[in-house]
């Protein structure tokens, strides 16, 4: 790799390279040790083409949430199957994932901004903006970058773009779709919320279930699709939508609980 090889924003490489390689050492433990991470589907990972990924999942925490997708992503392309055991799959990381992260956010202080040089695709929000509600227009430049992040490899977005639960799906997400096109890959996450603090920085509490479940591609009809259409298919795929907020019947709790033992999740 040439010393100054930059990516599409800019980023050296080398620099991305070892602060993936700090920050991954770093927070590994929040994964294997405090709390261990259960993880469903990561032979999907590496199925997937080089670039045109679009990941789409729940938020639980600002940092957390991605960190640990940098962790399954990168340890499945090194053939670990369900697992980041042995860390040394960070030495060599995939260096094209990106995320996209509210600016501000990304811009609140020294190590967010150590972060968003890890691959943060940072844009303005049109509905939030320094702890207010606001209403403003989406900036182009804002999808093009997110464009440009998927013409050079992964993107991971949190398509509710809040950490709260069951709250709609932004309709920019479905935009996103249906102009670049891209393999969309659900991620549903849970106990993030429960171990972390609300930034994914600190412990909060120490054997917690995490879970992470990577599903297959979604099927999308790019050009026949509504927005509303692909919007309602997020919803359910990342498990979103009202209907999941329903009472479970006795019937339906032992299924689940059933499917859970499936998954070998630990507790």
């Not at 359910?236 to 689940?256: D, G």
Request: hydrophobic letters at 40%; proline letters at 4%; zero cysteines.
């Amino acid at each position: 790799m040439p010393l100054f090889k930059r990516n599409p924003f800019g980023h050296i490489l080398w620099i991305k390279k070892w602060l993936i390689r700090i920050l991954g050492v770093i927070s590994h433990g929040r994964y294997r040790r405090f709390n261990e991470l259960q993880i469903e589907g990561s032979e999907i990972i590496r199925q997937l083409p080089e670039k045109n990924v679009l990941f789409i999942s729940n938020h639980q925490t600002y940092f957390a949430d991605v960190a640990a997708m940098f962790h399954v992503f990168n340890a499945a392309l090194k053939g670990r199957v369900d697992n980041i055991k042995n860390i040394g799959y960070i030495w060599h990381p995939k260096l094209n994932i990106y995320y996209v992260a509210a600016g501000e956010t990304m811009r609140s202080g020294l190590l967010p901004k150590i972060f968003a040089y890890t691959g943060s695709v940072s844009i303005d929000r049109t509905w939030r903006s320094s702890g207010k509600d606001v209403n403003r227009q989406v900036k182009m430049s804002d999808i093009s970058n997110i464009g440009k992040a998927l013409d050079d490899g992964w993107v991971i977005t949190f398509p509710q773009g809040t950490t709260t639960a069951f709250k709609p799906i932004r309709r920019g997400t479905a935009h996103i779709i249906k102009t670049y096109k891209p393999i969309v890959i659900p991620i549903v996450i849970d106990g993030f919320r429960r171990s972390f603090d609300k930034k994914g920085l600190q412990i909060k509490k120490r054997n917690v279930l995490q879970s992470m479940i990577i599903k297959d591609p979604l099927e999308i009809d790019y050009d026949k699709e509504t927005i509303e259409s692909i919007v309602e298919k997020i919803q359910y795929a990342i498990e979103q939508h009202p209907s999941f907020l329903k009472v479970l019947t006795p019937e339906q709790i032992k299924e689940q609980e059933e499917l859970n033992e499936k998954r070998k999740f630990w507790s």
